[in-house]
């Protein structure tokens, strides 16, 4: 981002975890409060890319091997005779996904979990730090219009 920016820059999608990144901006006097909370939504930023990015590897990966497998039992190879890719129907590739999610379901728990937790700690900085503004602004109206 430009130096003169005074906002957070967010990127293009991530090619393995769909995520677009997020440059945090980071205010010249940045409170010790607003540094916890930039430092928190980076951290949870970082955790989402690398739950994300490992999922959709795993999930990639077996759906190849489902694919290969499942063409292989008919006898099919993983390309046709065009040189196109073979495709399994819906039903077929329905037993795939509805596989995959059962054998995914506690790290899904555990990511979701963990996942609130983070924001609610986010959550709650954000409201101290909203209302650590307010008040430094009520200070700095009162101070003026007593002048």
Not at 5 to 31: A, M, Q, T
Not at 41 to 51: K, L, S, V
Not at 134 to 145: D, E, G, I, S, T
Request: glycine share 4%; net charge positive.
């Amino acid at each position: 981002p430009p130096a003169h920016s005074r906002n957070d820059w967010i990127g293009p999608p991530d090619k393995h975890s769909n995520l677009r990144p997020v440059i945090f901006y980071v205010p010249p006097e940045e409170s010790p409060l607003e540094r916890r909370l930039r430092e928190a939504r980076q951290e949870a930023q970082a955790c989402n890319q690398h739950f994300w990015e490992r999922h959709n590897r795993a999930f990639r990966q077996e759906k190849e091997e489902f694919i290969y497998s499942r063409l292989k039992a008919k006898g099919m190879e993983m390309r046709d005779e065009t040189g196109q890719k073979a495709t399994l129907n819906a039903e077929e590739m329905a037993d795939f996904y509805k596989d995959f999610l059962r054998k995914n379901f506690r790290k899904h728990m555990q990511y979701n979990r963990d996942w609130y937790k983070r924001n609610f700690t986010i959550t709650f900085l954000m409201g101290q730090v909203a209302l650590v503004r307010a008040l430094r602004w009520l200070r700095w109206k009162k101070k003026n219009v007593g002048n």
